[in-house]
């Protein structure tokens, strides 16, 4: 039997009250967060998490005040992006949890939903395709995916209207404009379809529902053409209305997601967000109206992310620091043991502690570097030297329980590279850590999964992976700097899939993949994928035959 907690305005009153009186708020100017505050952080919102988890024996939830199926499907997705899935403890619950998700699941539509539809489906599959990372789940678990995906394709609001194109809180009544699209609601749609076609390896640029969601976000954002607004995103296309802050992180994140990063859009937006720049609360919207805090962060943090980068400045800000200070400086107390931390702004579009809580863990797991996780989402370096159709949005994703920390972005340039060696996207820079064997001793191995952008498999594009007919060229390998030039290693398995324009790099620990060449349980490896081919003789100038 499924169940949805919800509570009444007088219970969430006293719990407010009692929450004032044994938490402690922390105050004060802000200051530069360290690393180690940061880590503390994190780990005080995984430990608030874990306390509040409700066990129902097989299955359990998490609740934030309004909904369970969003809090829980939030709660495990930040947890999975924070390196806890390898932890059993934080383990078991996460495994019921996924239970308490499925119970949502309705085989004849693909919903998973206790009541808003878009909202809930897309949150939970980022979750249930994250706890799925290694396929091991069966036939069924990828049927429930396959058609949660399809549901949200077909509830996209279409037709003529200017709403359409996005998506809103439930399926459109007959395509009309008042159940058009949101760009809140829409944020969370395209991320389930992100999240979901990686998984289930669909293409995602030029599909319909992408071409159709790109005209939504192209008309959202023309409304600000000139003025105080330009560059930003509001609720509904065609209106100045609210969140302007929170949307345009959602516009930024969306425009990612469809391997539009590149696009001009996200240069006005970002350029919106640094005429209105701050991290301690949601910049004013058109009507001045300053919600949703935490629910700005989350989608800001991960929209610069795919967008600019974490290594990138927005104007003269660093604000990858200035997201760190800000949580680390607004993060609540819990005197518990170990000691626990959570986040609540009190702003009426903000959820409860759960949700919010879960939305902070996942804004550092994008922004942070240092922040184990099994996936890491790099933007293109602003003074990158990849070719330019082949710049955008990677994302790395490792095999088993093996974590990321320190990814970032290594321009061709960073090495001498002879005239036949071809680097199409660049390099990487990365630590994978928990690199273990079945039996958990060291010197395992671990397949990394590097999506690149679309442009790297055009066969129009000279510089891609594949020929003009689309085939895989010669001598794929796998690039390292030796003596200050790019080298390819024979010895270092690497394959190419065409369909999910996905490069996997298999590394083991100790192996010759891993710069450190001890068998510790992490590979530091800085490397490259590319081809290496004769690029044959010319004839000099003035020579005939």
Avoid at 286 to 300: E, H, K, P, T
Avoid at 412 to 426: C, D, S, Y
Avoid at 438 to 464: C, E, H, M, Q, R
């Amino acid at each position: 039997m499924r169940e949805v907690r919800t509570m009444s305005k007088s219970k969430v009153c006293l719990v407010l009250g009692v929450l004032f009186t044994l938490f402690v708020f922390q105050t004060g100017p802000v200051m530069a967060a360290t690393d180690a505050e940061v880590t503390a952080a994190i780990a005080g919102g995984q430990q608030y998490l874990y306390n509040n988890f409700v066990d129902q024996g097989t299955k359990g939830y998490w609740y934030d005040g309004t909904s369970s199926l969003a809090a829980t499907a939030a709660a495990i997705a930040a947890l999975i992006e924070t390196g806890k899935f390898t932890d059993p403890l934080y383990k078991a619950k996460i495994d019921k949890g996924i239970n308490y998700i499925k119970d949502f699941y309705n085989s004849s539509t693909g919903s998973i939903s206790a009541g808003h539809d878009t909202y809930e489906t897309g949150i939970s599959l980022v979750a249930l395709t994250l706890y799925d990372a290694d396929h091991t789940q069966g036939a069924s678990y990828e049927a429930m995916i396959t058609k949660a995906v399809d549901h949200l394709i077909a509830t996209q609001s279409r037709g003529s209207c200017q709403y359409n194109g996005g998506w809103t809180y439930s399926p459109p009544a007959n395509n009309n404009c008042y159940n058009g699209g949101d760009l809140s609601n829409t944020q969370f749609a395209v991320m389930g379809l992100y999240y979901g076609s990686r998984y289930l390896g669909r293409q995602i640029k030029g599909t319909t529902w992408a071409n159709a969601l790109l005209d939504f976000l192209t008309r959202n954002q023309a409304q600000f053409n000139g003025g105080a607004h330009e560059g930003g995103f509001s609720y509904y296309p065609g209106t100045s209305s609210f969140q302007t802050g929170s949307m345009t992180g959602a516009g930024l994140w969306c425009l990612a997601m469809i391997g539009e990063d590149q696009n001009p859009m996200a240069s006005k937006a970002v350029s919106w967000f640094n005429n209105h720049y701050r991290w301690d609360r949601n910049p004013a919207g058109a009507d001045n109206q300053d919600n949703a805090y935490y629910y700005f962060v989350f989608g800001m943090a991960k929209a610069l992310t795919g967008t600019i980068g974490r290594n990138a400045n927005v104007g003269s800000h660093n604000w990858v620091q200035d997201l760190k200070d800000t949580i680390v400086a607004n993060k609540i107390t819990v005197n518990t043991n170990p000691v626990s931390y959570y986040w609540l702004s009190n702003k009426w579009l903000d959820p409860g502690a759960a949700l919010s809580t879960a939305w902070v863990l996942m804004s550092l797991s994008f922004a942070d570097i240092n922040v184990e996780s099994r996936t890491s989402t790099l933007g293109e370096n602003p003074q990158s030297d990849t070719p330019t159709l082949n710049r955008g949005l990677v994302t790395l994703e490792t095999s088993g329980n093996v974590t990321i920390t320190g990814a970032t972005r290594v321009n061709i340039g960073a090495a001498t590279k002879a005239r036949e060696i071809t680097l199409p996207v660049g390099g990487f820079e990365f630590t994978l850590k928990n690199v273990k064997k079945p039996d958990g001793l060291n010197g395992g191995t671990t397949i990394l999964s590097i999506k690149v952008p679309d442009g790297a498999f055009d066969p129009n594009n000279p510089d891609s992976f594949v020929d003009n007919k689309g085939n895989l060229k010669k001598g794929l390998k796998w690039f390292k700097i030796k003596d200050g030039a790019w080298k390819g290693q024979a010895n270092i398995p690497i394959v190419a899939d065409i369909p999910t324009k996905t490069i996997k790099v298999t590394l083991t620990d100790g192996g010759p993949g891993d710069e450190d060449g001890s068998v510790n349980g992490e590979v530091k490896d800085p490397g490259a994928p590319g081809y290496e081919q004769d690029v044959g003789t010319r004839r000099p100038l003035g020579i005939r035959r």
